[in-house]
């Protein structure tokens, strides 16, 4: 089974920016989306970025619009997640994922066959 591989995480402060990056660490597969979700200690794993590869749109929930880009690379089956005006709740770690099914949300995580390990992400007040 393919697997991704994330990088960029760190310690940075508020106000700060941080870029990770995620590349398929296996022969790559025919993916049409490919995502970042997070997770904080207690809470449950929150959408943060999608973008799927026919036509290049992205989405975003309201609470990272506007300061994360997604971007990447379809032939590489890589992607990043550029993220600026970092806040402390934005502490996490953030997981790569991709599908190979189309048709579906790409805000669930129920969406998404292939994830990586994670990278820790801590935004410092």
């Known amino acids: 089974q393919a697997q991704l591989a994330e990088s960029g995480g760190g310690l940075v402060q508020t106000g700060g920016s941080l870029r990770l990056s995620c590349a398929a660490s296996?022969?790559?597969?025919?993916?049409?989306?490919m995502g970042w979700f997070r997770q904080a200690p207690g809470k449950e794993r929150e959408f943060v970025a999608a973008?799927?590869?026919?036509?290049?749109?992205?989405w975003y929930p309201d609470s990272v619009k506007g300061r994360f880009t997604i971007s990447g690379d379809n032939g590489k089956n890589t992607v990043h997640l550029q993220m600026t005006s970092l806040k402390p709740e934005d502490t996490a770690v953030y997981y790569c994922?991709?599908?190979?099914?189309?048709?579906?949300?790409?805000?669930?995580?129920?969406?998404?066959?292939?994830w990586g390990q994670g990278t820790q992400v801590t935004v410092s007040s």
């Open positions: 296996a022969p790559t597969f025919r993916n049409v989306a």
């Open positions: 973008i799927i590869w026919i036509g290049g749109s992205t």
């Open positions: 994922a991709a599908t190979t099914r189309g048709g579906r949300p790409l805000q669930s995580s129920l969406t998404y066959d292939h």
